[in-house]
């Protein structure tokens, strides 16, 4: 069995920066898919930035140039940084781990809150 922990949210002002950590149990990290997702209350759970195995990332529109997603595997964890936080980015950020292909597992989170506000 499998258990991801999230920390590293808290209440910010706009422009200021997070680092979000995602510490995994278990033997899967190092051949996972490892995706960070947000959601607000009322609306569906939102992609927000996935690294590979082989360290390629992707990122949604709002967030690029501002969030980067890394790994480490030695540590089985996956970061989120981030820079120039807004109002918007406030959401509940939960971590993902998930196969390349299909979805033989998916393992989520807890989540950790992060409040952008002045």
């Known amino acids: 069995q499998v258990q991801l922990v999230e920390s590293g949210g808290g209440l910010v002002q706009p422009g200021g920066s997070l680092r979000l950590s995602c510490a995994a149990s278990?033997?899967?990290?190092?051949?996972?898919?490892l995706d960070w997702y947000r959601q607000v209350p009322g609306k569906e759970r939102e992609l927000v930035a996935r690294?590979?195995?082989?360290?390629?990332?992707n990122y949604a529109d709002s967030v690029k140039g501002r969030f980067t997603i890394s790994r480490d595997n030695a540590k089985n964890t996956v970061y989120l940084q981030m820079i120039n936080l807004k109002p918007e980015d406030t959401a509940v950020y939960y971590c993902?781990?998930?196969?390349?292909?299909?979805?033989?597992?998916?393992?989520w989170g807890q989540g950790t809150q992060v409040t952008v506000s002045s």
């Open positions: 993902n781990a998930h196969p390349i292909i299909g979805k033989s597992y998916d393992y």
């Open positions: 278990g033997s899967i990290f190092s051949r996972s898919v």
């Open positions: 690294i590979t195995i082989a360290g390629s990332t």
